[in-house]
C-alpha cells in the first residue's frame, strides 16, 4: 500500500456519485433495506446496517430516506428480493476490477456487466480470479485539516485503539484495521473526538496498474459505465490512484 492513498480512490468515487445524487440515494437506500432485510431494523443490533446507515449520512441522505427504507424492509408485507452477486474480470491493460451488485434480476445484471467490459477493453473471468489480489480491511479516514496533531501522535491514538497501520499524506491520515477490529477502532477514535472523512469495510489492493492512452482512457470509461449501472453498488480495482487524478 506504500505510497498509495486509497483516499483518492473513495473520493473520485464520492465526487462521481455527488454529480448523481438521485442514483447514490437509490443505491444506499438498497443498501439499507437489504441489511434491514437480513439482520433486522435495530442498528444497534445490526452492524451491517449500522454501517450502512453511516455511509448513507456521510452522504448527506436525508434521514426520512433512511427509515423509509429500514421500514420498507421490516414491514410485513412481501417486497423485492435482492440479492448480491460479484463479478471478477480484467480491465484494460490487465487492471483487476471486482464489482459488487445488489440486484432483483440476475440476467439483467450480468448482462449490463459483461457489456460494459466488453465495451472498453475488458474482460469478466470466473469468480475468484482476481479477488486475491485484494486484502478485506477497515479503512477510516480523518482529514488533517484544523486537526492539531501530528503523524506519530496519531499513529500512538490508532495503534493504542487496535488498528493495524496508519499512512499518512498531505491532506489525511488514513488508519488501516483488520474487519474484525473496525468497529472498535473507529469507536475508540469517534471517543477521543475525532470525526471521519470516511469510514468503511473495503477492498484493498496488493498492487497496482499504471496505464497511459487508451487503455487509461477505456478503464475509465469503464468505471464510469459501471458507476451508472444502479445495481452496482461497488466497483473495486487496481488501477494506480495517480491515474485518477
Not at 94 to 115: E, F, H, P, Q, Y
Not at 180 to 191: G, M, S
Not at 216 to 240: A, C, G, S
Request: aromatic fraction near 6%; charge should be negative; hydrophobic fraction near 35%.
Amino acid at each position: 500500500m506504500a505510497g498509495h492513498s486509497k483516499w483518492k480512490n473513495i473520493q473520485r468515487r464520492k465526487n462521481a456519485q455527488d454529480a448523481k445524487r438521485g442514483k447514490l440515494f437509490m443505491k444506499l437506500a438498497k443498501e439499507i433495506y437489504v441489511a434491514a432485510k437480513m439482520g433486522g431494523g435495530d442498528p444497534t443490533t445490526n452492524a451491517t446496517l449500522r454501517l450502512a446507515i453511516e455511509k448513507a449520512k456521510s452522504a448527506n441522505m436525508p434521514n426520512e430516506n433512511i427509515e423509509r427504507a429500514i421500514k420498507k424492509a421490516t414491514g410485513n408485507q412481501e417486497h423485492t428480493h435482492y440479492e448480491e452477486i460479484r463479478y471478477e474480470g480484467y480491465g484494460p491493460g490487465g487492471v483487476a476490477v471486482m464489482v459488487i451488485c445488489l440486484t432483483d434480476n440476475k440476467n439483467r445484471t450480468a448482462s449490463n456487466v459483461r457489456v460494459a467490459f466488453s465495451k472498453n477493453g475488458g474482460n469478466l473471468g470466473e469468480t475468484g480470479c482476481v479477488s486475491y489480489l485484494f486484502d478485506r480491511k477497515g479503512l477510516i479516514v480523518i482529514a488533517r485539516e484544523d486537526l492539531n496533531i501530528d503523524e506519530d501522535d496519531m499513529l500512538l491514538q490508532a495503534i493504542e485503539a487496535g488498528a493495524d497501520e496508519m499512512e499518512t499524506t498531505e491532506d489525511s491520515f488514513e488508519i488501516y484495521t483488520s474487519p474484525e477490529q473496525f468497529e472498535q477502532v473507529k469507536n475508540t477514535l469517534a471517543a477521543q473526538g475525532f470525526t471521519f472523512a470516511t469510514a468503511e469495510i473495503t477492498m484493498i489492493p496488493q498492487t497496482y496498474t499504471t496505464l497511459t492512452g487508451d487503455d487509461l482512457t477505456k478503464m475509465l470509461k469503464l468505471i464510469d459505465m459501471l458507476e451508472d449501472d444502479d445495481d452496482v453498488q461497488e466497483i473495486y480495482h487496481n488501477l494506480d490512484e495517480s491515474m485518477l487524478e
